[in-house]
């Protein structure tokens, strides 16, 4: 049955408390209530999968995997291949990005973007 309802899932992706507060001060920043974090795989990068981050609404193909203040919105496809990740939000010399810890990668480039299985 589709009624257009998110699903929470089993399948959990974790958040640190470092990438909820970022994801919150984005969230406010960008001023419009029910925006989640949108982690998604899509094929490409280095290692063959690369990992998406981006503001959006949940659609119906869609499990929230993180609740509370900050909700995480994860697409089926992907979620098969993030169940068990941690996302973290890394300040360095580089620069501020989210990082992906995912125990289902083989393997990952050294841009921390992209994974193999």
Do not use: H
Not at 13 to 26: F, G, N
Not at 70 to 88: P, R, T, Y
């Amino acid at each position: 049955m589709d009624d257009g309802a998110v699903r929470m899932t089993d399948r959990q992706v974790a958040m640190t408390d470092r990438a909820k507060a970022r994801v919150s001060d984005l969230i406010k920043a960008e001023g419009k209530d029910g925006l989640m974090l949108r982690l998604s795989v899509s094929g490409g990068g280095c290692s063959g999968f690369q990992y998406g981050f981006s503001l959006d609404d949940a659609t119906t193909d869609d499990d929230v995997v993180f609740g509370d203040d900050v909700k995480l919105v994860v697409d089926n496809v992907s979620l098969d291949l993030l169940s068990g990740a941690e996302v973290d939000f890394v300040e360095d010399l580089v620069g501020s990005y989210f990082r992906v810890s995912n125990p289902n990668a083989a393997s990952s480039c050294g841009c921390g973007t992209s994974f193999s299985i």
